[in-house]
C-alpha cells in the first residue's frame, strides 16, 4: 500500500492556496518510510470554516492513494474514479478524528528556573575565574609584561567600555522598576506577579505534601476560628484589589513552632503554635494582617529580584576573587567573606525593610477588620518575654532577617495613633478605655515583684513568671483567649456569627484583667 504524507504547519485549519504536491507532499510505504516524492501531481488546497475539506485533481488512471494521520502529519485516501470526468477530479474524504493540535506544554516558571541555575551561574564563575588564574601562572614573564602593557595603553577603552556596560545595567534596571500596590513605595521587580502565581501553586502543592498527615481537620475548632479572622480580614478590605482577586484558604497544621505564613496565591499555613504564642483575637488579626501583607504587596517577588539582581553582579566579583587570589583556600575564605558581606549588606537589611513594612500595612488591615490595634506591641512584648523565659540566644538586629522584638514595639506604637483614626473611620464598635498595653506591663511589673518576694523569702521550687496561653480548666487543644468569644467553643453547632461581633465583646477582656492580672500573664509550674 502507498500513502501520501501531508505535513502541516502549525495552524489548526487549512487556506485556500494552490500547491504544489512535489514541494509538501511525499508517498511513503505502510510502514511509515519515504519512498520517493510524488513527481508531477499537482493540486488544489481549500477549505471553507471548519469543514476541512480538501480537494486534489489528480488523474483517473493512476493508483489509489489512502492520506492517514498521525501527530502533526494528516493522511487520506484518494479513490479515483474513471467514470468522473477528469475536471472535478475526486474528493479527498477525511478518515478519523478532526484535525487538532497538541496539548499546550505548561511553562516552568522563571523563579523556579533561577533557583535552579543560581548554584550553576557560581560555578562557572569559579571555574572561569580558577582558569583565567592558571592561565595566568603558565605564561612567560615577557608575555606578561606585553599584556600588562597592552592594557595600559587602553585604560581608556577599557574605562569606556566597562562605563557602557554600568549604564546598560543601570536602564535595565530602571525599566524594571515599579511601585507597590498599597504604600507606593518605588521598588525593582524582575519578576512578574504571574511569575510568582505559578511557582506559589507549585510551592502550596509541595507543603500540602510535606504537612499533610499534620493538617487539622477543618472541623476543629481552632481551623474555624482561624477560617473566620481569615475571611473576616478579606471582607472588610475587599476594597483592596490585591484582596478581592485573590480567593484565600486556610491550613492549620500541628506544630509546636510559632510560625504562619501566607503565600501569593492566598494559602494560609498558620501552625498551632501560634495559636498558643497569641492571647487573644486581637492579635491573631494582627499577626494574620502581617502575613497578609506580605502576600499583597509582593514581598516574596521583591525579595527575589533583588537577590537575583545582587547574585548576578556578585558574580563578576566572584570571577575577580578566583582570578587574583594565589590559592583555591584562599579564593574560598574570600568567597566566604563576600557572601556573609552581601548578605550583612543587601539580604538582612532589606528583609527586615519589609518586615517592617508588612507590619504598618497588616496594622491596617488589623484596623479595618475592627480588630484592636493596640494590642499588636502587646504581642511582641510577650514573643520578648517568651524568648527571655527560654533562653533563646539574642542576637543583633543587624545579623537578622527581622526586626528586634523591642524595635517591633516601638514602631507599632508609632503607627497605633493613625490605625486608631483608620479604624474608627470604618465605623467599628469603641474600644474601652483600659489600654491591653498598660495592663500588660502593670501585670508583667507585679509579677516581677512577686517573683523578688518569693527569692527573698528563700522558697523552694519557685515558680517562674511567663506568658500563659491556656487556663488549665480548658482543653489544651484550644487557647483560652480564643474562647473568650461565646461563638468559639466545641460543642458549639449553631451558625457562626460575624467576627466583627466577636472582636467588639472580646474588647472587654483587657478591661477584665486589670484586677486580676493573670488573664495576661500568670505562674505556672
Keep these: ?31 511509515g518510510h519515504s519512498l520517493k516524492r510524488a513527481p ?40 479515483p474514479k ?9 474528493v479527498l474524504t477525511q478518515r478519523g478524528h478532526h484535525f487538532h493540535t497538541s496539548a499546550p506544554v505548561r511553562a516552568i516558571p522563571a523563579p523556579l528556573i533561577w533557583l535552579v541555575l543560581k548554584p550553576l551561574q557560581k560555578l562557572m564563575a569559579i571555574i572561569l575565574g580558577r582558569s583565567i588564574r592558571k592561565w595566568w601562572v603558565a605564561l612567560p614573564a615577557n608575555r606578561r609584561q606585553l599584556m600588562r602593557e597592552w592594557v595600559w595603553q587602553r585604560r581608556w577603552h577599557l574605562a569606556a567600555g566597562t562605563g557602557v556596560a554600568m549604564v546598560i545595567i543601570v536602564l535595565l534596571l530602571l525599566t524594571h522598576l515599579d511601585e507597590s500596590p498599597m504604600t507606593g513605595r518605588t521598588r525593582l521587580l524582575v519578576f512578574s506577579r504571574e511569575n510568582y502565581m505559578e511557582l506559589a501553586a507549585r510551592t502550596s502543592e509541595m507543603y500540602m505534601e510535606e504537612f499533610a498527615e499534620l493538617l487539622v481537620p477543618v472541623t476543629d475548632p481552632r481551623h474555624q476560628v482561624v477560617e473566620r479572622v481569615v475571611q473576616h480580614l478579606a471582607q472588610r478590605n475587599k476594597d483592596i484589589p490585591e484582596v478581592s482577586q485573590v480567593t484565600w484558604s486556610v491550613h492549620l497544621v500541628q506544630s509546636h513552632d510559632i510560625n504562619a505564613f501566607v503565600l501569593p496565591n492566598g494559602k494560609v499555613f498558620m501552625f498551632t503554635g501560634m495559636l498558643d504564642a497569641v492571647a487573644d483575637v486581637h492579635q491573631l488579626t494582627i499577626v494574620l494582617g502581617h502575613e ?3 502576600a499583597l504587596l509582593g514581598h516574596s517577588a521583591e525579595q ?11 558574580l563578576i566579583l566572584l570571577t575577580a576573587i578566583w582570578a587574583v587570589c594565589p590559592r583555591d583556600s584562599l579564593a574560598l575564605l574570600a568567597q566566604w567573606v563576600q557572601d556573609k558581606l552581601s548578605q550583612l549588606m543587601f539580604t538582612r537589611p532589606y528583609s527586615r525593610k519589609l518586615e517592617a513594612e508588612a507590619d504598618q500595612v497588616g496594622l491596617q488591615l488589623a484596623a479595618k477588620a475592627c480588630a484592636d490595634v493596640r ?11 517568651r524568648d527571655q523565659l527560654k533562653g ?7 545579623l537578622s532577617t527581622h526586626p528586634s522584638h523591642r524595635n517591633r514595639v516601638a514602631q507599632l506604637d508609632r503607627l497605633v495613633p493613625q490605625a486608631l483614626e483608620l479604624r474608627e473611620s470604618c465605623v467599628c464598635p469603641a474600644l474601652p478605655a483600659t489600654d491591653p498595653r498598660a495592663v500588660f506591663s502593670k501585670s508583667v511589673r507585679v509579677l516581677l515583684e512577686n517573683a523578688q518576694d518569693q527569692r527573698r523569702g528563700g522558697q523552694e521550687g519557685a515558680h517562674k513568671p511567663h506568658l500563659p496561653h ?34 467588639a465583646v472580646s474588647t472587654s477582656v483587657p478591661a477584665a484583667a486589670e484586677g486580676g492580672e493573670s488573664h495576661v500573664v500568670q505562674s505556672t509550674s
Design 292 to 294: 497578609m501583607a506580605h
Design 1 to 31: 500500500m502507498v500513502l501520501l504524507c501531508v505535513n502541516l504547519l502549525r495552524s489548526s485549519r487549512f487556506c485556500s492556496r494552490p500547491a504544489h504536491l512535489t514541494r509538501n507532499f511525499w508517498v511513503c510505504n505502510g510502514a
Design 375 to 385: 494590642a499588636g506591641p502587646v504581642f511582641w512584648q510577650q514573643m520578648d518575654i
Design 40 to 79: 508531477s501531481v499537482s493540486s488544489q488546497i481549500s477549505c471553507h470554516g471548519r469543514t476541512h475539506n480538501v480537494h486534489f485533481r489528480a488523474s483517473p488512471t493512476g493508483p489509489p492513494l489512502f492520506f492517514c494521520s498521525s501527530g502533526r502529519t494528516v493522511c487520506f485516501q484518494i479513490s
Design 82 to 90: 474513471a467514470t468522473l470526468p477528469l475536471h472535478p477530479g475526486p
Design 470 to 503: 491556656r487556663p488549665a480548666s480548658l482543653p489544651t487543644e484550644l487557647p483560652a483567649a480564643l474562647l473568650a468569644s461565646p461563638n468559639v467553643n466545641q460543642e458549639s453547632k449553631v451558625p457562626v456569627q460575624s467576627v466583627a461581633s466577636e472582636l
Design 392 to 398: 533563646e540566644p539574642t542576637f543583633p538586629e543587624w
Design 304 to 314: 527575589a529580584s533583588l537577590s537575583h539582581v545582587v547574585d548576578l553582579l556578585s
